[in-house]
């Protein structure tokens, strides 16, 4: 390997010096094609590509003199091409005199070795600093693949640490982390996913891979990719967001919370950033989202029974005070809802055999919103057929829940009006009232198909709201019979 005083070129020789065409245009002579304009054009590519590179690199001969120095070692240390080629080894300006002999002796070892060997040195600044930097040295080998010099790439052994840490951290959040990690190219599509990712999609991890994500959600599309357009424009957003999807499964479709956090990924290569496309990593909330509703409704629930006991607390009639019940109640639960009394006052649990009617005693208006309307002095019974809801709940002493499930809209609607219940309504739930032992009559809430259908939960507050109508209901019935 012959000395330079450019990066990446070989020996510069004279003009009277063998070898090289003198001005009178003497032959090539032995080193013919190395004058030769396709030899000068690959000096130059060498050079640019040594000039180019991201990492530090020099090189020795195999006396240990310096042949070779590219612009990123002249970065690091301060020292150019011209003050570093043809130094022998590094004692005196690269490594101080007290290092140098061990410095050399493990760069120049690695010539007599197989592949490449790694160390860690502290190099010396032109300015006098030092900075410690992480090599890696292999042998050059010659025509005749005997060992002909050194090569040796390095850099700041922070800017090394900090490469595999990223490295590091990118493996480990596709293979360890506990949140779902999920590269979406520039179309949108999953191109890489971890393992928690494709549990979360309930999908393989090669089988989510290039499929749009109208494929894998049923429901929160829109929302997501609007996510992800924004990201790719304008960048991460400041904070978190909480994005409730439907994921397809062979089970079924299941109902999901994520909470989900995006960055823009742009290459570190191009002069000016060009989009990847976007990280994002979520993590399931639903559970504690749920809570939180859950939580949120209940607290909800239980002021409006407070605020209903001190109103209907403040009211001379019983009755009255069983429709403010009834009417703080039905405040983002339901759309309708009307109440039944036993024909006769009350039924006894051994009276449960017997055909009981039920006579209208208030309902909330089907039209404009407003408070419930008191009725039933006729006495006329509701004409409810032989199984209504209703009558099975005043059998039962017990909630009954009904709902027209899938029917198309004109049959929910007559089976609606078939219970005597408003046109729109597609959910219902009756709540016995009960008092000192007695069976009353029946509270009705009712659900259009705007809502979803009762569940548990609805009927265990739809008892506690019965038991205070009932309370009600036998005090005017008791100050009915004085």
Not at 31 to 48: I, K, N
Not at 439 to 449: D, P, S, W
Request: some cysteine; hydrophobic content about 45%; overall charge negative.
């Amino acid at each position: 390997m012959s000395a330079s005083r450019r990066s990446g070129t070989t020996d510069e020789l004279g003009p009277d010096e063998p070898g090289r065409d003198g001005p009178e245009g003497s032959s090539a002579g032995p080193a013919g094609p190395a004058g030769s304009e396709g030899s000068a054009g690959g000096s130059d590519l060498l050079a640019a590509l040594l000039d180019g590179m991201d990492a530090a690199l020099c090189a020795f001969d195999a006396d240990g003199v310096v042949t070779h120095w590219n612009r990123e070692a002249e970065r690091i240390l301060g020292w150019s091409a011209d003050e570093a080629v043809g130094r022998h080894g590094f004692a005196g300006w690269a490594v101080r005199e007290a290092d140098a002999e061990e410095v050399e002796a493990r760069l120049m070892s690695a010539m007599h070795a197989p592949g490449r060997q790694v160390h860690e040195f502290a190099l010396l600044t032109k300015d006098g600093g030092r900075v410690l930097v992480r090599t890696q040295s292999a042998a050059v080998r010659g025509p005749d693949g005997k060992p002909a010099g050194v090569y040796c790439a390095f850099s700041e052994v922070h800017a090394q640490i900090d490469l595999e840490r990223s490295i590091a951290l990118s493996e480990a959040l596709f293979e360890d982390a506990s949140w779902g990690v999920v590269l979406v190219d520039a179309d949108l599509r999953p191109a890489v996913v971890n393992a928690h990712a494709a549990r979360a999609l309930g999908i393989g991890r090669t089988s989510v891979l290039g499929r749009p994500l109208g494929e894998l959600l049923a429901q929160g599309v829109e929302e997501l990719e609007s996510a992800l357009t924004h990201v790719l424009a304008e960048g991460a957003p400041p904070a978190p967001a909480e994005v409730w999807v439907s994921v397809r499964t062979p089970e079924g479709e299941r109902r999901r919370c994520w909470r989900c956090g995006f960055v823009r990924l742009a290459s570190p290569l191009a002069e000016e950033p060009v989009p990847l496309g976007v990280g994002w990593l979520f993590q399931d909330v639903t559970a504690a989202k749920q809570g939180e509703q859950e939580a949120a409704l209940l607290r909800f629930r239980t002021n409006q029974l407070h605020r209903a006991a001190r109103a209907a607390a403040e009211c001379e009639d019983p009755a009255e005070a069983a429709t403010v019940h009834l009417d703080f109640a039905l405040a983002g639960f339901a759309d309708h809802a009307l109440i039944d009394r036993v024909a006769g006052g009350a039924v006894m649990d051994a009276d449960t055999a017997d055909p009981v009617r039920l006579v209208r005693v208030a309902v909330t208006p089907s039209g404009a919103p407003g408070p419930s309307l008191l009725g039933g002095e006729a006495g006329l019974p509701v004409r409810y057929a032989e199984g209504h809801p209703a009558l099975q709940c005043v059998a039962r002493a017990g909630s009954v829940r009904a709902d027209a499930g899938n029917l198309p809209a004109e049959r929910a609607r007559e089976w609606a009006v078939g219970r005597q219940w408003p046109a729109d309504v597609v959910h219902a739930l009756c709540a016995v009232l009960r008092s000192r032992g007695r069976t009353l009559g029946v509270v009705t809430f009712l659900r259009g198909a705007g809502r979803s259908a009762f569940e548990r939960g609805d009927a265990v507050y739809a008892e506690d709201v019965a038991v205070r109508i009932a309370s009600a209901l036998d005090l005017a019935g008791s100050l009915d019979s004085e």
